[in-house]
């Protein structure tokens, strides 16, 4: 790939989601081996919420099938209607 198409609306998508998938281990590991930060728990929803709205947007640019676009979208609403009732429920 050469630079113009990383500069592209997909291309920038695509590496926006690799910092998002990045950022999320990160917060993981940090946890996991320093017992501070943000506990699993309380970003794993948020997290996958956001990234299924980044897929679906980076379906559209994509002209993927309408389908695509679709699912990801449900998903994510699923998933923050899910974060939603559990925070709801504290």
Known sequence: MVVSDWLSP??????????TLLEGVALWLYRARTGKGVAAKDFVANWV?????????????????????????????????SDLWSRWQR
Not at 59 to 80: E, M, N, P
């Open 10 to 19: 997909q291309g920038l998508i695509t590496i926006v989601i690799g910092f």
């Open 49 to 81: 919420s956001g990234l299924c709205l980044m897929f679906a947007l980076r379906s559209a640019l994509t002209d993927a099938w309408w389908v695509w676009v679709a699912l990801w979208l449900l998903a994510s609403g699923l998933i923050h209607a």
